[in-house]
């Protein structure tokens, strides 16, 4: 219908349109052609709409058809319904009559059906003693134990309670949990205190299957302990044995392995050089504690898993509150067990007393206050009242009376024990028990690293079972650990008391006799460090020190004591070096109200300028570089005074840079023998101090270096036989970086102290060294000043075949000195002190010529053959340089043989190439006019007017 509207009213639109289009049209031919079209449109609509009506008509034909069927299907469903509804009420009449007989039946088969279960689960129960003893065989624990306690509690139920026949089998089960609760105590004791013999598994619980065992044998013997859940004394019991038999099985591992070290030692053939003295001990004693500490700490980590596990489970934290709580168990109490029983067993390596410990122990104990005061602390009281804490008096070395009185006192102090137990366990060993190595308290060296790295690792396991224990009170463990006598205290408190102490009196002890006992000098052989002879007593403060820095090594957290300890020694020993130095060159004792009595060479080198000048040289510079001698020093020297020679002013420029003329400003009259060091012995003696002073300084300053860069390996390889009796990275895996506590724990005082200290030894080798260099200038005075100071050098022919006596002597005496230092001192210091011999000469020379009156040919022959005697020593002991620069003082004495007239015209042609002064040409000119038979005053007065203008007029 809405669609017939719909063209109804579209039909309308279209009439309507037609007829304003006709009659908007004009033209007759639109309006026909208009009618045209309108009649075709009409005919095409009936068409369509026949079209359609006969469609619809169809449809309706088929909807009718379809209606007739469906009718008919629904009339053929009610008729079966209604015999369906017959049927059903005939089934429920037949049902209600079986009723009776249906139910009678079901109840007869239950009975029969329960029957045959009681009697299968009565057969399984018969093979539950061969299960369980197979689940064991396969470490089943868990298992067979549910399987014995399940079949218990069914045995013990309403169903099998009645059977008579099953009580003697139930006690059976009964003995059988019993003897399965002993055996898994056994088992996990064995894997605690590994009784396996397996030592490679110690370490390495979590892998090779320990933890994995514990923790099924706390499971089973929780199952074990569930039928006596409302009382649980039993499994307090079985805890109670854990905590119980801890003290008396550690004894037997520590039994047990001391025996494998024995053996091993035997094996190895150490058994006779097992001392403290050459570290052989200590290292023995290392090696057994560290795989000791090993299986302490296995079983400390066992018995936290253990403990782990019992406070997971409700049953496990009723057991631990059956013992009294945590403080009769737990990690704790283990650890405090383990640390008195080492402490017993460190008791014997380190000579103690132990009655003495533990009665510092026990009256800690009753007074509530921890046993000692840590070392860290820095408070530590007596043991006793009126005696120390450690004691020697009374070591495992005493008498076997001493030994019995010590193990009765021991006996009487058994209830201060935290773990109960007799003295006899905690006494020290029988009179035939044998140890590994000699008891010292040097064995400290080979115990202290890896005890506290033990103690490190075993305080991690009790402070993370203190943090993290389900149902743990972390205030318990802290309660019971300051009842603690703690094995780091121990130690420290050993370290603190006795052992620090005897090293520091054996150094002492060492340093007097040092002191006193005449030092001797050792050659090249007798110190492999050396670079020339050193003095014993050098050598023997330098082993101190090393033995001082190897103890630095081995006892990192006493750093600072060993610090102090060297420096208090190398202080002693440098007052006892700086007396050696005044003794030696102290030559005689002066009059009363009289200064002097040292060598003039000692008493110019303490002054600042003479230091200054000779600091300044070239040849000390190149010696504190360290270059060599052949290579340095002489192409040095030579390169200098070759290119100065042939300038006037190179030979001042000389001059002005050492000690030449200072020398000649302090000297007046000539130096006697009294004033100087002629006994070539004291010579090499200043020759000895100053090697081994400058050689100890610089070893001093290495440990300085090595000290404050905490450098170990570098300390250790300072000396060849000094270094850790343990390996200095075994403290890096927990933390302990032994550079770090080194460098943290030495202070910067301590290092700038041994730094100045070591200055201080340089000086004294300077100072050594500067003597030996004056000391010769000394010698070439005391045999110049007579020569060359004489008012004429008048003489004959015959005088003139030789050189003066006293050159001669000079010439014998250097070579003597040569000989001497040459094979006392470095090369490259050596050179220091013959540096500049020739330029010395060559000055005095020049300068002394003013003290001459007269002068003749002959006598300027000899002082130039005196001169060349010298230039001929100087060369034989490989100084060709120094004799080379006498030419100098050769050619200003030939000048005595010039007239005036010709010195003069001389200058003239030199320019300003003058090799002398003016003062020292006026000199000779002076010399001349006086040696003269016939002198011209005023000539003279010319010639003197004419040298002042040849210097004036040079450009």
């Not at 049902?95 to 689960?121: F, G």
């Not at 308290?441 to 202290?448: A, E, H, L, T």
């Not at 102290?753 to 260099?773: D, E, G, N, Q």
């Amino acid at each position: 219908m809405a669609d017939g509207g719909g063209a109804l009213t579209g039909n309308s639109a279209r009439l309507t349109s037609v007829i304003n289009r006709l009659a908007k049209s004009t033209n007759r031919q639109d309006r026909e052609q208009i009618v045209e079209d309108i009649a075709a449109q009409l005919e095409k609509a009936e068409d369509k709409l026949v079209a359609e009506a006969d469609e619809h008509h169809e449809k309706f034909y088929d909807a009718l058809d379809a209606f007739q069927r469906v009718s008919e299907t629904i009339n053929d469903s009610k008729m079966k319904v209604g015999m369906l509804r017959e049927a059903l009420t005939e089934c429920r009449s037949y049902l209600h009559l079986k009723r009776e007989r249906i139910y009678r039946l079901s109840n007869e088969h239950a009975e029969y059906t329960e029957m045959m279960l009681l009697l299968e689960q009565i057969d399984q129960i018969r093979k539950v003693p061969e299960k369980v003893d197979d689940l064991l065989r396969h470490q089943c624990h868990v298992e067979g134990a549910e399987l014995l306690v399940d079949t218990t509690d069914a045995i013990e139920g309403e169903a099998l309670g009645q059977v008579i026949a099953l009580h003697d089998f139930l006690r059976k089960l009964i003995d059988k949990a019993t003897k399965m609760r002993t055996l898994v105590l056994s088992e996990m004791e064995q894997r605690i205190y590994d009784k396996r013999g397996d030592m490679s598994s110690v370490g390495e619980s979590a892998e090779d299957g320990t933890f994995e065992v514990l923790a099924q044998g706390i499971q089973a013997l929780q199952v074990l302990h569930r039928p006596e859940k409302k009382n649980n004394a039993k499994a307090s019991a079985a805890i109670s044995a854990l905590r119980s038999n801890l003290k008396s099985e550690l004894t037997l591992m520590i039994d047990r392995a001391l025996a494998d070290e024995l053996l091993r030692q035997r094996g190895d053939g150490l058994r006779e050089v097992a001392t403290a003295s050459d570290q052989s001990g200590p290292r023995l004693l290392h090696r057994f504690l560290s795989s000791l500490y090993e299986k302490m700490f296995h079983v400390l980590s066992c018995h936290a898993h253990i403990l782990s596990e019992m406070r997971s489970t409700e049953e496990g934290r009723e057991a631990l509150a059956g013992t009294n709580a945590e403080a009769a168990y737990s990690e704790a109490t283990v650890w405090d067990v383990i640390q008195l029983e080492m402490q017993l067993l460190l008791c014997k390596y380190l000579d103690l007393d132990p009655k003495v410990v533990f009665d510092s122990y026990a009256s800690n104990k009753a007074a509530r206050k921890p046993t000692m005061a840590s070392a860290e602390g820095g408070q530590s009281g007596d043991a006793t009242s009126g005696g120390s804490l450690f004691s020697f008096a009374n070591s495992l070395n005493s008498m076997t009376e001493v030994q019995a009185k010590n193990e009765r006192a021991l006996t009487d102090l058994s209830p201060t024990y935290p773990m109960g137990g007799s003295a006899a366990e905690h006494g020290e060993a029988g009179d035939g028990a044998q140890l590994l190595c000699e008891a010292s308290p040097m064995n400290v060296s080979g115990i202290y690293k890896a005890t506290v790295l033990f103690t490190s690792e075993m305080e991690k396991v009790v402070a993370e079972a203190a943090l993290g224990g389900a149902g743990h009170e972390p205030q318990n463990t802290r309660q019971a650990s300051s009842m603690r006598l703690s094995l780091t205290s121990f130690i420290n408190t050993f370290l603190g008391r006795a052992y620090i102490p005897i090293i520091h009196a054996e150094v002492q002890s060492r340093l007097t006799s040092i002191a006193e006992t005449a030092d001797k000098p050792l050659d090249d052989h007798g110190h492999a460090d050396a670079p020339r002879v050193l003095f014993r007593s050098t050598t023997e403060v330098d082993e101190i020190v090393g033995q001082l820095c190897g103890l630095m090594l081995d006892l990192p957290f006493k750093c600072a004591d060993f610090t102090e300890m060297l420096l208090r020694l190398i202080t002693r020993y440098l007052a006892i070096a700086q007396q050696r130095f005044k003794g030696l060159v102290r030559l005689f004792v002066p009059p009363k109200g009289k200064k002097g009595g040292s060598a003039l060479s000692a008493d110019w080198q303490r002054q600042a300028t003479m230091q200054q000048h000779m600091k300044s040289l070239p040849c000390w510079a190149q010696l504190k570089e360290g270059v060599d001698q052949d290579r340095g020093l002489s192409a040095q020297s030579t390169g200098s005074y070759d290119a100065r020679e042939s300038s006037r002013s190179g030979f001042r420029e000389q001059v002005e840079t050492d000690e030449s003329a200072l020398i000649l400003e302090l000297i007046h009259d000539v130096p006697t023998k009294d004033e100087s060091i002629f006994d070539m012995h004291t010579i090499k003696c200043i020759a000895y101090l100053h090697e081994s002073m400058n050689w100890f300084a610089e070893t001093l300053e290495q440990v300085a270096l090595c000290l404050e860069a905490g450098d170990h390996r570098g300390l250790s390889q300072l000396w060849e036989h000094v270094g850790p009796v343990v390996d200095e990275d075994l403290l890096a895996a927990e933390g302990h970086n032994v550079p770090d506590i080194i460098a943290s724990t030495v202070t910067e005082s301590q290092i700038s102290a041994i730094r100045a200290t070591a200055s201080k030894y340089h000086a004294i080798a300077f100072a050594c060294l500067a003597t030996l260099r004056l000391e010769l200038r000394v010698h070439c005075l005391h045999y110049l000043m007579p020569v060359f100071r004489k008012s004429s050098h008048v003489c004959s022919a015959e005088q003139i075949e030789e050189a003066d006596a006293q050159v001669v002597s000079l010439c014998k005496d250097i070579l003597s000195i040569d000989e001497t230092l040459s094979n006392s001192l470095h090369p490259t210091r050596y050179a220091f002190v013959a540096d500049g011999l020739g330029q010395f000469l060559a000055y005095y020379l020049v300068k002394d010529l003013v003290h001459v009156k007269k002068v003749n040919d002959m006598g300027v022959m000899r002082v130039c053959r005196s001169i060349f005697a010298l230039q001929q020593t100087l060369r034989s002991i490989n100084r060709p340089i120094c004799a080379t620069i006498l030419d100098h003082a050769m050619q200003y004495y030939e000048l005595l043989n010039l007239q005036p007239e010709q010195m003069i015209e001389s200058l003239v042609v030199a320019g300003d190439r003058k090799p002398f002064t003016e003062a020292e040409y006026k000199v000779v000119l002076n010399l001349v006019e006086a040696s003269q038979a016939v002198q011209n005053a005023a000539v003279h007065v010319e010639n003197l007017k004419h040298l002042e203008e040849s210097f004036q007029n040079v450009v």
